[in-house]
Each structure stands twice: as structure tokens, then as C-alpha cells.
């Protein structure tokens, strides 16, 4: 008998992703216990709301006339963010709407200033990232904890990821490219989420 887990949900990713759980348990590709089934719809819903975040994104480059600035974002963005960890919204509309915003606001700040960013701001925007990457992550997901050997492994991969991703920023933005400039605000943005949920997570402990 399918667990009582699929009763209740009220929201499409949460439908989707019960849909799907029915079908492998039914197909007999997982087990039916509460254990098993919590793993993979959490699974899932991450993977149907990121695949939504994606498909937004690039909506937003085409009908913006950004798709290039969107692809560039997607390319820094989906792989860091794996390793950094950071700011979660507490309901996956919430997650599709303040994603979607945060990077309509960085396309329309990378328009504004894309063509006046000197090289000590490109460096700065990197080192600033990266000193971020290297003190507050991985900063772990509660459904998604990770043993001390993640945890450095993750921040490595941060870090190295931050750094050749801000480099390919920096020398694009030299050889007068500005969609470098999109590399190096999406660290800068990706360490801001990083910074939000330490503070919360700090206000969190204090209460």
C-alpha cells in the first residue's frame, strides 16, 4: 500500500513529485517505507522546483532579449550553488518567485553598471566571493546534512569554482566582453544568499 505521505499536498511540485514517487514504488525502484519515500520526494521537489528556476530563467532572457546573459548566469549559478549552500525560501513558490526576482534585479543592475566596472571592482567582486565561499560554507540545508568529509569538500569545490569562475569575469570584462560582468555578480550574489542565511540562522539560535 502507498504511504499516507501522498495525501494532503495542496501544491503542483508537491503533486508532481507524488506522482512520480507512486510510479517508482509501483514499478517496484524503491522501497515503500517512510524512510525511503522522504529521501527521494525531497529529492524530487528540489529537482522539479530547480528545473522550474531554470525554465524561468531562461523565459526571462528571451522575452528580455538577456538569453546569452541567462545562459552565463545558469552556468555559474546551478553548479556553485551545489557547494556554497545558502539562503532557502520556506515554500518552493516562494523559492520560483525570489529567484526569479533576484535575477531580474542583476540583469537590470548588470545593464546599468556592466559598462563602468574597473578591474580593482572585478577583484574585489572575487575576493569578496571567495573569502565568503572559504569562511561560511557549505552552509548546509536541514533536510541535507553533511559529514565533516562533505563539508570539505564542498567548501574545495566552492572555492575553486568561485575562482575560475571570476576569473573567466575578469578576463572577459579585459577583453572588453561585459557579459563577464555577469560572472562576477552572480558570485557576489551567490555569497549574499550565503551571508543571509548565516544571519539567519544566527537570529534563529538567539530566539
Known sequence: MVYSIFQGDDTVIK???????????????IESNKESIDYYR?????TISSTLNIILILLVGIISHNFTESIAFLICFVPLRQYTGGYHA?????????????YILL???YHLTSAKIDFYIELLSV?????????????EHKN???????KHKHKILAVTLGLLYGAVGVVLKVFAYNI????????????LLVIV???QKIREGEE
Open 144 to 150: 541535507k546534512p553533511l559529514s565533516d568529509n562533505q
Open 107 to 109: 540583469l537590470f543592475i
Open 15 to 29: 503533486k508532481l513529485s507524488d506522482i512520480l514517487l507512486k510510479y517508482l514504488i509501483k514499478s517496484d525502484v
Open 90 to 102: 520556506n515554500s518552493y513558490l516562494k523559492c520560483n518567485i525570489t529567484f526569479v526576482s533576484l
Open 197 to 199: 542565511a548565516t544571519l
Open 180 to 191: 563577464g560582468v555577469i560572472f562576477l555578480y552572480t558570485l557576489v550574489l551567490i555569497s
Open 127 to 139: 575576493l569578496f566571493s571567495n573569502i565568503i565561499f572559504l569562511t561560511e560554507c557549505p552552509f
Open 42 to 46: 525531497y529529492g524530487l521537489e528540489i
